[in-house]
């Protein structure tokens, strides 16, 4: 490749990983987390640890006391299943116009007697922030434009590493050039876990701008007749759903539909039952759910609700090419298709993938330093400082909010509200604490902020609940267990990194924006235009 | 550098919409049928088209093309469905 090009890509690679890296760091840090999403359901809602699981039955009697508290519904209504989501609950959900989203009830908050009570949402604020930076709406499309320049940063990433990537890529070169050190770390993580970025790029974009992509299809492509059909392609239910007959008819119940999907479709685990026109005639139920242990697990049915007969199915090994594309999609990115070991596989890959756009931001701010001069221009400095704001900001949020999750109830708080507000507080003190302070005395401050606030999560589930650490494995409580060790490793590595880099901050080199010491300009308390001025000066 | 990246970006769209859809409708069988599997090139071809932009060596040619291309690719899509159905 000519070296124009090369130069062309190298400043593409900058700009394309500038603009998506902080973003795409909460993106994977949260997706990371996310990987265990049922498993957090238990931890944050510690009433379901000792609770039976309802049955079939309870089911059945949600549905119908759901169906007779709404019959605006007009039947069309929908049950997760107890057990399929790590809840012992069944829970019922219906579409909402008066808040235009999901409503869901359990058939404890359908009891006069038990007050309802909103439990912690934890799982899902993690999931929110990792698809929308915990932004409402705008933020999804945000995110859709990120995997866009997230995929342009990875092409141009990997055509200006090509030359030397053989060659160079398990050179890691510990030592003196703390920049080589980092090149290195970022190229060998950058193409060790390219497929997996790749993946992520495309799904991505494609779950995020579907909405658009769709319209623009629908317009571009196929003259208005996507949108009619559209449900062929990705769902079960028929395209022109079937109205209510009017004629009541009798149904089959939840437990003699799961039973009959299963019947049909051997290791299927249902999680989702969504009845249309219930009660009537005309009623049909489309099941969705997995089938484990393939990577296309997403399986999903229409069947009559009257007699249980087959409208449209699709089932590993009997279903059309969307639907096995679709569902590899979902199984690629969510990484839930063979069991934990590959789950640990994707949480460790995101977690790197965090690393990865921590140490691009690193190495602009290094590439941008002047070696044998004291004096140092105001962006590298400002950069650091906001990547060490917002970047450990994340860590320090999401792990507040796992405490304050427990917490919150303790004190009669809604925890579903303030874990939100201890998520994104801790997010934005960090951000202006990381501002107000030189990096180097920021880095080791925050550092050890959020590795107290991370080890806090086991100390807290250990009281709020009596589930310790070193109970939990004894009674089998591994998802408890597996969340609270993760966060006591975590804090262990946040307080090596606060070590790190006080031992930087000290013996680095001087001129470094990591170094105590500071770049006079930067730390002397003359006004910008003057400091900015004075490298210009001198030379 | 920017204004021809930005080329491949609002032309390389349509462009990558038309391509996609050019295969969806060349894809046997019913277009719907091969929606999903169609969209998974969407992206990797607007990518295609905004990496590749930067390369013409002057801006008019980085608008030119992609708007040649995106005729042709419109043209050949018009023509797809008419022999599709």
Same mark, same amino acid.
């Given at each position: 490749?000519?070296?124009?090009t090369?130069?062309?890509?190298?400043?593409?690679?900058?700009w394309?990983?500038?603009?998506c890296g902080?973003t795409l760091f909460v993106a994977?840090?949260a997706?990371a987390?996310?990987?265990?999403?049922e498993?957090?359901h238990?931890?944050?809602?510690?009433g %379901?640890?000792?609770?039976?699981?309802?049955?079939p039955?309870?089911?059945?009697?949600?549905?119908?006391?759901?169906?007779?508290?709404?019959?605006?519904?007009?039947?069309n209504?929908?049950?997760m299943?107890?057990g399929?989501?790590?809840?012992p609950?069944?829970e019922?959900y219906?579409?909402?116009?008066k808040?235009d989203?999901w409503?869901?009830k359990?058939?404890?908050?359908f009891?006069?007697?038990?007050?309802?009570?909103?439990?912690s949402?934890l799982?899902?604020?993690?999931?929110s922030v990792?698809r929308?930076?915990?932004?409402?709406v705008?933020?999804q499309?945000?995110?859709?434009?990120?995997?866009?320049?997230?995929?342009?940063?990875?092409?141009?990433?990997?055509?200006?590493?090509l030359?030397?990537l053989?060659?160079d890529l398990f050179?890691?070169?510990?030592g003196?050039?703390?920049k080589?050190?980092?090149?290195?770390?970022h190229?060998?993580?950058?193409?060790?876990?390219l497929?997996?970025?790749?993946i992520?790029?495309?799904?991505?974009?494609?779950f995020?701008?579907f909405?658009?992509?769709m319209?623009?299809?629908?317009?571009?492509?196929f003259?208005?007749q996507?949108?009619?059909?559209?449900?062929?392609a990705?769902?079960?239910?028929?395209?022109?759903?079937?109205?209510?007959?009017?004629?009541?008819a009798?149904?089959?119940?939840?437990?003699?539909?799961?039973?009959?999907?299963?019947?049909?479709?051997?290791?299927?685990?249902?999680?989702w039952?969504g009845f249309?026109?219930?009660?009537?005639?005309?009623a049909?139920?489309?099941?969705?759910?997995?089938?484990p242990q393939?990577?296309s697990?997403?399986?999903?049915?229409?069947?009559k609700a009257t007699?249980?007969?087959?409208?449209?199915i699709?089932?590993r090994?009997?279903?059309?090419?969307n639907?096995?594309?679709?569902?590899?999609l979902?199984?690629?990115?969510?990484?839930?298709?063979?069991?934990?070991?590959?789950? %640990?596989?994707?949480f460790?890959?995101?977690?790197?993938?965090?690393?990865l756009?921590?140490?691009?931001?690193?190495? %602009?701010?290094?590439?941008?330093?002047k070696?044998?001069?004291?004096q140092q221009a105001?962006a590298?400095?400002?950069?650091?400082?906001?990547t060490?704001?917002w970047?450990?900001?994340?860590?320090?949020g999401?792990?507040?909010?796992?405490?304050?999750?427990?917490?919150?109830?303790?004190?009669?708080?809604d925890a579903?509200r303030w874990?939100?507000i201890?998520?994104?507080g801790?997010?934005?003190?960090a951000?202006?604490w990381s501002?107000?302070?030189?990096?180097?005395?920021?880095?080791v401050?925050?550092?050890?902020?959020?590795?107290?606030?991370t080890?806090?999560?086991?100390?807290?589930?250990?009281l709020?609940?009596g589930?310790?650490l070193?109970?939990?494995?004894?009674?089998?409580?591994?998802?408890?267990?597996?969340v609270?060790?993760?966060a006591?490793?975590?804090?262990?590595g946040?307080?090596?990194l606060a070590?790190?880099?006080?031992r930087?901050s000290?013996?680095?080199?001087?001129?470094?924006v990591?170094?105590?010491?500071?770049?006079?300009d930067?730390t002397?308390?003359?006004?910008?235009?003057?400091?900015?001025a004075?490298?210009?000066?001198a030379? | 550098?920017w204004?021809?990246?930005?080329?491949?970006?609002?032309?390389?769209f349509? =462009?990558?919409?038309?391509?996609?859809?050019? =295969?969806?409708?060349?894809?046997?069988?019913?277009?719907?049928?091969? =929606?999903?599997?169609?969209?998974?090139f969407?992206?990797? =071809?607007w990518?295609?088209?905004?990496?590749?932009?930067?390369l013409?060596?002057?801006r008019?040619d980085?608008w030119l093309?992609?708007a040649?291309?995106?005729?042709i690719?419109?043209?050949?899509?018009?023509?797809a469905?008419q022999?599709?159905?």
């Amino acid at each position: 490749m000519k070296s124009a090009t090369l130069k062309l890509y190298r400043s593409l690679h900058t700009w394309t990983g500038i603009l998506c890296g902080l973003t795409l760091f909460v993106a994977f840090y949260a997706g990371a987390i996310t990987v265990f999403h049922e498993d957090l359901h238990q931890w944050q809602n510690p009433g %379901w640890r000792t609770q039976g699981q309802e049955t079939p039955a309870d089911a059945q009697k949600l549905l119908t006391t759901a169906l007779a508290a709404h019959p605006e519904l007009k039947g069309n209504i929908a049950i997760m299943p107890a057990g399929s989501h790590s809840s012992p609950n069944n829970e019922a959900y219906w579409y909402d116009p008066k808040i235009d989203d999901w409503a869901h009830k359990s058939l404890a908050d359908f009891d006069p007697q038990t007050r309802p009570q909103h439990g912690s949402e934890l799982a899902d604020f993690v999931d929110s922030v990792h698809r929308t930076l915990g932004i409402p709406v705008a933020g999804q499309y945000v995110m859709g434009i990120v995997s866009i320049i997230y995929a342009l940063a990875l092409v141009s990433g990997v055509l200006i590493h090509l030359r030397q990537l053989v060659d160079d890529l398990f050179a890691v070169r510990p030592g003196k050039n703390k920049k080589r050190f980092w090149q290195d770390a970022h190229n060998l993580i950058g193409v060790i876990s390219l497929p997996f970025h790749i993946i992520f790029a495309i799904t991505g974009a494609l779950f995020s701008l579907f909405v658009i992509l769709m319209a623009a299809f629908n317009f571009g492509v196929f003259d208005g007749q996507l949108e009619k059909r559209f449900i062929e392609a990705v769902g079960t239910v028929p395209p022109n759903s079937p109205q209510a007959s009017g004629k009541p008819a009798a149904m089959l119940s939840v437990a003699q539909l799961t039973a009959r999907a299963r019947a049909l479709a051997p290791d299927f685990e249902p999680s989702w039952l969504g009845f249309s026109n219930y009660g009537d005639s005309n009623a049909y139920v489309e099941i969705l759910g997995n089938t484990p242990q393939t990577v296309s697990r997403f399986t999903a049915m229409t069947l009559k609700a009257t007699n249980g007969s087959v409208v449209k199915i699709q089932t590993r090994g009997e279903r059309d090419v969307n639907h096995a594309v679709m569902s590899s999609l979902y199984g690629l990115h969510f990484g839930n298709y063979a069991g934990d070991l590959v789950r %640990w596989a994707y949480f460790l890959l995101g977690l790197s993938g965090a690393v990865l756009f921590y140490s691009g931001n690193l190495l %602009w701010i290094e590439s941008r330093r002047k070696h044998r001069q004291q004096q140092q221009a105001r962006a590298p400095y400002r950069m650091a400082q906001g990547t060490l704001g917002w970047c450990l900001g994340t860590c320090l949020g999401i792990s507040l909010a796992f405490s304050t999750a427990l917490l919150a109830p303790m004190a009669g708080l809604d925890a579903a509200r303030w874990e939100k507000i201890a998520g994104f507080g801790g997010f934005f003190v960090a951000i202006l604490w990381s501002f107000a302070r030189p990096p180097a005395r920021g880095a080791v401050e925050l550092l050890m902020v959020t590795a107290m606030a991370t080890l806090a999560i086991p100390l807290v589930n250990g009281l709020v609940t009596g589930d310790h650490l070193l109970l939990t494995p004894w009674h089998g409580q591994w998802a408890i267990f597996g969340v609270d060790l993760t966060a006591t490793l975590m804090g262990a590595g946040f307080v090596y990194l606060a070590a790190l880099s006080r031992r930087r901050s000290r013996n680095g080199q001087p001129n470094s924006v990591w170094a105590l010491d500071g770049p006079p300009d930067i730390t002397a308390t003359t006004p910008d235009a003057q400091a900015d001025a004075a490298p210009i000066a001198a030379r | 550098m920017w204004t021809k990246f930005t080329a491949g970006a609002l032309l390389g769209f349509p =462009l990558a919409v038309a391509l996609t859809g050019l =295969l969806i409708w060349l894809w046997p069988g019913v277009w719907i049928s091969a =929606l999903i599997v169609g969209l998974l090139f969407f992206v990797p =071809l607007w990518i295609t088209a905004m990496t590749t932009s930067v390369l013409f060596p002057r801006r008019r040619d980085a608008w030119l093309t992609l708007a040649g291309l995106n005729l042709i690719a419109y043209a050949l899509l018009f023509a797809a469905k008419q022999w599709a159905i």
